[in-house]
């Protein structure tokens, strides 16, 4: 396909796009099979035809695996699981609002409470809550962990960009048949990470995302998140 040349548009083209958006989802247990190197270089090539302004392009991937992901789970598992070393953790930026209101926290509060039933983790049982949290820094035992930064000089317009990028990740994984699971959960561990990548002053980690094949009996991957219907969140102006 030469640069200035489209896929044939038609109801193949709409079926498949949609069906790569529609089958993406945080998927959150792994098998340990492994992904090659070509496979993710396509991903990401695929990815970086995401738009920016100014064709800015501002995304920088890290990809852990083998040992160095290994390491780096260990890393941050020993401080999760330490609650001094856990309370000096500060967040790399407010991903979250700290006064959560209405629909947004319902919504929160869903997600969580679907996954845990799933997973038959009671309320209050805040070790399985804990354990199941730690899975986050285990990659959920996928074989590709993923780290994306950003330039500190860069402002709220390539973070945007920086969205569109990440979910051209996810679909081009999608596409491949591959699943994933973007995770702010590392942002609270963002400098062991940066450390851990010998990232230059000035590189600011976005998130984390688990990269590879999901597991089909994992229970965790039965978890159906809802959406609002599009009237409830568009408005048509004529
Ligand atoms: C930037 C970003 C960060 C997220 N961080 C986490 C995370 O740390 N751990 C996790 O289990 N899920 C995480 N999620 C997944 C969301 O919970 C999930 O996207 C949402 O519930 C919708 O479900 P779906 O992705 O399966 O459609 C994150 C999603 C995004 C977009």
Known sequence: MTADSHPEAGAAAVAAVDAALASRRSVRAFLPTPVERATIEAILGAASRAPSGTNTQPWKVHVLTGAARAALSRKIVAVFDDPQALAAQREAYDYYPTDWVSPYLD???????????????????????????????????????????????LRQGSWLDYGMFLQSVMIAARARGLDTCPQAAFLRF??????????????????????????PAAPEN??????????????FHA
């Open 107 to 153: 919504r929160r509060r869903k997600i969580g409470w679907d996954l845990y039933g799933l997973l038959g983790i009671a309320r209050g049982d805040r070790h399985r809550m804990h354990a199941q949290h730690r899975r986050n820094f285990e990659f959920f035992g996928a074989p590709v962990g993923l780290m994306f930064t950003i330039d500190d000089s």
């Open 190 to 215: 963002h400098r062991i990470i940066l450390d851990h990548l010998g990232a230059p002053p000035g590189e600011q980690l976005v998130c984390g995302m688990s990269l590879g094949h999901a597991d």
């Open 222 to 235: 039965r978890l159906v998140t809802e959406r609002a219907p599009v009237a409830e969140f568009t408005r």
